[in-house]
């Protein structure tokens, strides 16, 4: 089965092809417009959705070597996201499914996220806990199998990506800043300053936004000139902070729930630091510890093919007609989800 799927949710403009659950192309183009405004302005995301769809596909599909005419099911993203955005990367697909009269598949992107990394690794075992981390959610949730998930724990606040983001962005680096602040962090001493590490109680719920102030607070006292010279030290003890607190809750999570594997996925879970720690707990508690590679911790394409493949091989129909859906919490996919 070849498979055409699409990506648009939130600042990524993203197709790739897959024949069955093997990728044979990708191509993810991340806006560059939001950059100067220190976030995602949801009005040119959408814009530039519009701008990019047309090239990714095509190249994607040219990387592939296939013509679109013999694609045999599309898919996008349905939701969670940004409205606009995920209305032009819909449209798109549904219009194409139309034209070359093949099905069309609305997929949830955290569910692709939860998978993401079968792509490289294969099937995992089961269950997993995922612990997925990005610009715009921070949950801890027990994979059982497809449509079997259960949600541990979540963020109260600010996602762990927007932590990084903002704290970034307080110390002048670009948007999004995660990656930069991971390359800084490593030059920096995360003892220098004693941030609190959040809930660090025995729950499994996050919280990121008090942190972040305390951050603020410490820079506020300094001068420009200090805060420069004290960032990579600022950044590893915000990091060193909120990773702790991360770690708690994947400890408390992996208790919990009798895991036979820990995963990460989302953008976060491209963090050097996280890696180390989540792989040196895997091996502490003998489970296996999954990465997707770093171009599907990001959002893309690829695991949204990846999720129909599954769901398309498991029998699994959603209704063709599924509409943007903004806001769609996991817990709401499968049985007893009235759009199902
Ligand atoms: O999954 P993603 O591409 O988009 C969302 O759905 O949000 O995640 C983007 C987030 C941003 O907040 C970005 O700063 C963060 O992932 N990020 C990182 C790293 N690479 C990306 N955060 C920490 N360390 C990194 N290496
Ligand atoms: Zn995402």
């Known amino acids: 089965m ?33 950059r100067s405004y220190g976030g995602v302005v949801p009005e040119l995301a959408g814009r530039s959705h ?11 599909a040219q990387q592939a070597g296939r013509a679109l005419v013999n694609v045999d099911l599309v898919a996008a993203t349905a939701g969670p996201g940004l409205v606009g955005s995920l209305l032009v990367g819909i449209n798109y697909a549904r219009g194409l499914a139309t034209a070359l009269d093949r099905p069309f598949r609305a997929v949830h992107h955290l569910e692709a996220h939860l998978w993401s990394a079968e792509l490289s690794a294969g099937e995992l075992p089961r269950p997993f806990l995922v612990l997925l981390v990005s610009g715009g959610h921070t949950l801890l949730i027990l994979v059982h199998g497809l449509r079997d998930y259960h949600v541990l724990g979540s963020t109260r606040d600010d996602a762990l990506g927007e932590a990084y983001d903002k704290v970034g962005k307080l110390l002048g680096l670009s948007f999004p800043a995660g990656a930069e602040v991971d390359r800084l962090a490593a030059e920096g001493d995360p003892t220098r300053f004693a941030f609190p590490v959040p809930m660090s109680d025995s729950s499994t719920d996050f919280s990121f936004s008090g942190l972040k102030t305390a951050v603020v607070y410490r820079v506020r006292n300094m001068s420009d000139t200090e805060a420069r010279k004290e960032t990579p030290d600022l950044l590893a003890s915000f ?30 879970a491209a963090n050097s630091q996280l890696r180390l720690r989540l792989r040196k707990l895997a091996a502490e508690r003998g489970v296996p510890c999954f990465f997707p590679e770093l171009e599907f911790c990001g959002d893309n394409a690829a695991m949204i093919g990846y999720l129909a493949w599954k769901l398309e091989t498991a029998g699994i129909r959603d209704r063709a007609s599924q509409p943007v859906r903004p806001r769609w919490p996991l817990e709401l996919l499968g049985a007893g989800d009235a759009s199902q």
């Open 239 to 268: 990091q060193a902070a909120a990773l702790a607190s991360v770690m708690l809750k994947v400890e408390c999570a992996l208790q919990l729930s009798g895991s036979q594997a820990l995963v990460a996925a989302g953008g976060v």
């Open 2 to 34: 070849l498979i055409l799927s699409i990506e648009s949710s939130c600042d990524e403009s993203s197709a790739a092809i897959l024949q069955d659950s093997r990728l044979l192309a990708l191509e993810t183009r991340t806006q560059t417009v939001h």
């Open 50 to 60: 519009l701008q990019l769809m047309d090239a990714v596909v095509q190249t994607a």
